[in-house]
């Protein structure tokens, strides 16, 4: 579990670097300072990325949950006590 969260934090902080960087070459592509391919390029690692966070973040929540009922833990309805 260690592991997601490390890969977690790195995905924020490189979805974050790409934010920049796409900030940075749209408007460079508008006034024609770089091509369209380069931009395309830069949205595709960036959307490749936020994908990668997206999943990972599914697998920390499959992880907690098995290590909720591996220590007793289940799922009860708010408001009903046994």
């Known amino acids: 579990m260690k592991r997601l969260v490390v890969r977690d934090r790195a995905l924020i902080l490189a979805i974050s670097c790409q934010q920049v960087l796409n900030e940075?070459?749209?408007?460079e592509d508008v006034q024609g300072l770089t091509d369209?391919?380069?931009?395309?390029?830069?949205q595709g690692n960036l959307l490749t990325t936020q994908d990668a966070l997206a999943q990972t973040e599914g697998e920390v929540a499959i992880e907690l949950i098995a290590l909720y009922k591996a220590l007793?833990?289940?799922w009860e309805i708010a408001g009903t006590v046994p």
């Open 72 to 74: 007793g833990g289940g």
């Open 24 to 27: 940075i070459v749209g408007p």
């Open 36 to 42: 369209f391919l380069t931009v395309l390029v830069v």
